[in-house]
């Protein structure tokens, strides 16, 4: 007998012709009444397949009681309570080694845009400045810069590799040091202080709530940029516009937001922002692989092996 998913969200064709073809597939995220149908099949599923932003809490498990395992298709599982999941002994799977490059590829991209100001250079053009006004104003270049890495995890890892390209010198702040070729700082506030950019790219969740506060934000600098690729919420954002108002910090470039798919409308009216509607692993490729991982974990944990990604949970 084929194992019971439960899908909470669809996945990309690929991967639903091979759920669909390997699994006793149940749609939970197509029932017209949640509760009916949980009623009918939630007794005999195994395994769920979602995206983070599914929540997945106590209510939902209570009426899982054979509940295995939950097969995450993004980096991030922000809504789920993965302490209801430990205290049951479930296991959690993530897709983060599958968007890992193109997130860092974004990372950069951002902290090279917002360095340079190109949206702000892109518009000089666009409203006849360059031909009224002349050259854009001069601004220094990447080389000799120092970049400071919020989470030297997998993504982490990629953008200090990626930064090495530009000719920058990066440090990171991490809960733990790790044996990378970088400065380790184990204070915030000084990891900001001593970097031009910082880049944050560390899990979302209350556990990282405003980590980046008003005194980080502020030791950055006037002519610092910060570059958010982790989650709206890991930033305090009325600190962040405060501080880009009143000249305290220089530049922020956003791909996540508190409140998404809203963004703040007082970061669009500032010229030294660069926005983007969270893009970071938005490729064909990288959603492909993402889904195709989130089943792999399946495949993996009902054959015995072991899994791909596994998040480790507290128990």
């Known amino acids: 007998m084929k194992p019971s998913v439960l899908m909470l969200a669809p996945a990309r064709p690929s991967a639903m012709e091979r759920l669909a073809r390997d699994y006793d597939l149940l749609r939970l995220d197509e029932a017209e009444d949640r509760d009916a149908f949980l009623d009918r099949h939630g007794a005999t599923c195994r395994a769920i397949v979602t995206h983070g932003h599914k929540t997945i809490d106590d209510a939902l498990l209570d009426r899982l009681p054979a509940l295995e395992i939950v097969s995450c298709s993004s980096a991030g599982y922000d809504a789920f309570d993965v302490d209801a999941l430990a205290r049951r002994g479930i296991r959690l799977t993530n897709a983060s080694p599958a968007l890992a490059q193109e997130v860092a590829d974004m990372a950069m991209l951002l902290a090279a845009a917002g360095w340079r100001r190109l949206v702000e250079a892109d518009a000089w053009v666009r409203s006849g400045d360059w031909a009224r006004?002349?050259?854009?104003?001069?601004?220094?270049?990447?080389?000799?810069?120092?970049?400071?890495?919020v989470g030297m995890g997998t993504i982490g890892q990629r953008v200090a590799d990626l930064a090495g390209a530009f000719g920058v010198n990066v440090a990171y702040w991490n809960r733990s040091e790790r044996q990378v070729e970088a400065v380790y700082h184990a204070d915030l506030v000084d990891l900001a202080r001593a970097s031009d950019i910082l880049i944050v790219i560390v899990a979302g969740g209350e556990g990282t709530r405003h980590l980046i506060s008003a005194p980080v934000i502020a030791a950055l600098g006037p002519e610092g940029l910060l570059v958010n690729v982790a989650r709206g919420s890991v930033v305090d954002e009325e600190a962040l516009i405060t501080a880009l108002q009143d000249g305290t910090l220089g530049a922020a470039a956003l791909d996540v937001f508190a409140s998404e798919p809203e963004a703040d409308p007082r970061f669009a009216a500032m010229a030294n922002v660069t926005l983007s509607p969270h893009l970071g692993s938005a490729t064909v490729e990288s959603r492909e692989a993402m889904s195709a991982l989130m089943v792999d974990n399946l495949d993996a944990h009902f054959a015995g092996r072991p899994l791909l990604s596994e998040v480790a949970l507290a128990r």
């Open 133 to 149: 006004q002349g050259e854009f104003p001069l601004r220094r270049g990447l080389r000799g810069r120092t970049l400071g890495i």
